[in-house]
């Protein structure tokens, strides 16, 4: 599928959960909230035309987002992720060369929630996130790991109420290629404040 595709099927599917959140009953889930998330992102490189000799792909992560739930099911979130870092090694005529990167991403997505107790609840989120690496590039410019692309987001996680506005959070974001060749996930735990 090609960005303008993907695109269009996110706010699609925004405009969908928008009208199914208006046609709902009211909940005691209503309302605004934020959080923020600390864990750790993993990426994927792909530098097609020069040999690879080494990667580093892990790093600590944090996402900063807020929101609006429309009904106890759906509902708005944006944020920013700090990705990390990674490394790559790779050999070419004049010898070894390392580049290095760090990777970042604005989200917009439509979250659902599916309650399993009072305290207990599933979530989920799919958008669209913009991202962006920067770092330093010794390769040829196909191989290089920076640049900036908009790509599907999804992500996955649960969520326990400590109180009545606030709850922990574990989550698996994946946020597609962050440039044309990588790609980035975080798996974060946090907390979330509801307004």
Known sequence: MQSKQLALLAVATLMLAAQAAQAAAPSDELGAYGGLSVGRSSF????PSVPVTGKDGRDT???LYGGY???ENFGLEAGYARLGS???QATLASGAVTQQGKASSFYIA???RYALSEQFALQGRLGLA???VSGSNLLPAADSLQGRKTSLMWGVGAE???AKNLALTADYDNYGKVSSHVK??????GARLSF
């Open 110 to 112: 439509g979250t659902g």
């Open 69 to 71: 739930r429309l009904n």
């Open 160 to 162: 326990y109420k400590l």
């Open 86 to 88: 990674f490394s790559e």
């Open 61 to 63: 992560a944090y996402k």
């Open 130 to 132: 913009r991202n962006k």
């Open 184 to 189: 980035a996930s975080t798996f974060m735990l």
């Open 44 to 47: 994927k490189l792909d530098s």
